[in-house]
Structure formats: C-alpha cells, structure tokens
T-cell receptor, first 119, second 115 residues
Framework: GAVVSQHPSRVICKSGTSVKIECRSL??????MFWYRQFPKKSLMLMAT?????????EQGVEKDKFLINHASLTLSTLTVTSAHPEDSSFYIC???????????????FGPGTRLTVT | DQQVKQNSPSLSVQEGRISILNCDYT??????FLWYKKYPAEGPTFLIS?????DKNEDGRFTVFLNKSAKHLSLHIVPSQPGDSAVYFC??????????????FGKGTKLSVKP
C-alpha cells in the first residue's frame, strides 16, 4: 500500500522556538494532505487541509499564523509550529490522499506521527 | 456536536473470542465509513472500509457491518488475537468528502485482547 513518512518522529524544543515537521508521500503524488493533532485520550482532530500549490485551509479554531503549512510539491507538505508553547506539545499526524483504483475511491494514508514536546 | 460516536472507550476480550466495536453517526450524508487501528505513538493504519451501498464488508478476520437506518456500524474481529490490542477509530466521510478525504473520526475504543 501507499506509504507516508514523517520527519522527525520525535522533537523536543524550547518554548518560543519554531519547529518544522515534514510529511512525504513516498510512492505516490498527493495533491491533498491533511494535518491532524491528537490530544491525550482524545480523537484525531483535523487541523488543516494542505493543497499543493495553494494556501492551506484551516479548521475553525486553528491559528493560521501559529501553524504554518506549506505544500510545495506533490510529495511534500510541511507544518511549522511557530513560537511554540508547552500547550502545543502533542502528537501531530499527517495523511495523504491516494486514488485507489481497486476501490474506485480516494484512500487516506497516514504518516507515523511526530511527537512534539515543548519545554 | 459529535458526528461520529464511539461510546465505549475500552473493551476487553479473551483471545479467540469475538471482539465487537461499535460506532454511531448522526449525519445521514455520510456515505463512506472506515476503521483505523492505532498503536501508541504511531499513526493510524487503515483496516477496513464500507460504502453506504453495502451493509457488510469482510476481510479475513475483520468484518464491518453497516445499518444505515440505525446510523450504526460495527467492526467484528474473529478470532481476536493479542496483537489486535490497540485503539480502533471509526471514521466517516460525506459525498465529495471522499475526493477531499476529509474524515471525521470518533474518539476511539481501546481494545485489549487477553491471552
């Protein structure tokens, strides 16, 4: 099946600094990628939809200037957490859309996630 | 308002028995449903899906049942194995949501399969 990678898998940063997380589709091109955040014992929450070559679409309540998303190519989307604070500590997961010929539908493949800890 | 609900936060089953995970939804526009399995500190892994034109989809030990009138779906795992222990998320998408891939997730059910 399709593979999505994330880098780094874990990152610890100091409060006030910025952190960039990369999401790559390894064996397919993805015009659309998604960024999710998982809070402890809670569901995955969609943060934004990343569209190649255009601005990301953010969900209500997600600060655009804090969570910068760049989808510069068909295989790479980046999420930059700017001026990080301890409350930004979370598990961030990206996903990419691939068209499944067998299903005749779009399948969503998830990356392994990035654990961000802000001290 | 939660559109996809998994009312059981946890489930414990004996190895070899059947595991039944339930999911309810409120939006009648949803037409595609998926189950994901997630281990701690990992991204979700796609397990099985079903479109609204079907009421059952089977893949090996995993079967998903859809009851559209009740807006309810369930995942059956038979026989359950210790390696199945994970958090299972139910997700749904609306028409054209498939092309966008915008899924709405439930809160998950933690399955523990005891040897």
């Amino acid at each position: 099946g399709a593979v999505v990678s994330q880098h780094p898998s874990r990152v610890i940063c100091k409060s006030g600094t910025s952190v960039k997380i990369e999401c790559r589709s390894l064996d397919f091109q993805a015009t659309t990628m998604f960024w999710y955040r998982q809070f402890p014992k809670k569901s995955l929450m969609l943060m934004a939809t990343s569209n190649e070559g255009s601005k990301a679409t953010y969900e209500q309540g997600v600060e655009k200037d804090k969570f910068l998303i760049n989808h510069a190519s068909l295989t790479l989307s980046t999420l930059t957490v700017t001026s990080a604070h301890p409350e930004d500590s979370s598990f961030y997961i990206c996903s990419a859309i691939a068209y499944s010929l067998g299903e005749g539908f779009y399948e969503q493949y998830f990356g392994p996630g990035t654990r961000l800890t802000v001290t | 308002d939660q559109q996809v609900k998994q009312n059981s936060p946890s489930l414990s089953v004996q190895e070899g028995r059947i595991s039944i995970l339930n999911c309810d939804y409120t939006n009648s526009m949803f037409d595609y449903f998926l189950w994901y399995k997630k281990y701690p500190a990992e991204g979700p892994t796609f397990l099985i899906s079903i479109s609204s034109i079907k009421d059952k989809n089977e893949d090996g030990r995993f079967t998903v049942f859809l009851n559209k009138s009740a807006k309810h779906l369930s995942l059956h795992i038979v026989p359950s194995q210790p390696g199945d222990s994970a958090v299972y998320f139910c997700a749904a998408s609306a028409p054209d949501g498939g092309s966008q891939g915008n899924l709405i997730f439930g809160k998950g059910t933690k399955l523990s399969v005891k040897p």
